[in-house]
């Protein structure tokens, strides 16, 4: 009977241990979905290569940058000058903001120009939409979903 009750102990503690790590797992795994400040994505966000931009948004889409990361937003704007892909952050921050922006509305959009899959697009730090801004990165490209976290 002894021995028993140690097997189930053991037992016990085994599965209570795998459970925790497999949620420990799990927690680690989600974090900010690919998009937090040490990634190689946030790492293609260059402050000396910021420039700001104004059009028509003429596509709103759903996008995964690179592999392993949770889906972001993306506008194209169409400027004077060309139409452009801008990331703006992951989809579950984006869509939990007040502002909403959709296709035919003018906006102004500040960000790091970048070469992602061989084009031009910009990595957006903040996006204003009349008198309406959504703050996206701080100055230093620092995302403002990661919360007080710093580089």
Known sequence: MKRIRIFLVAISVVTLFLAAESFA?????KGSGGWG???????????????????????VEQITPM????????????TDKETIPVHLGPGWFIENQ??????????????????????PALIAREVKKGEETLTLRNEEGFPVWSGARRR
Do not use: C, W
Request: proline share 5%.
């Open 25 to 29: 797992r799990k927690g680690m795994s």
């Open 37 to 59: 400040p040490g990634t190689n994505y946030s790492k293609m966000y260059d402050p000396a290569t910021v420039e700001t931009i104004r059009g028509e948004v003429v596509g």
């Open 67 to 78: 592999k392993g990361m949770s889906y972001g937003v993306h506008l194209t704007v169409k």
């Open 98 to 119: 007040d502002i909403d922006i959709g296709p035919q509305d003018q906006v102004e959009v500040k960000g790091s120009r970048i070469t992602f899959d061989g084009k």
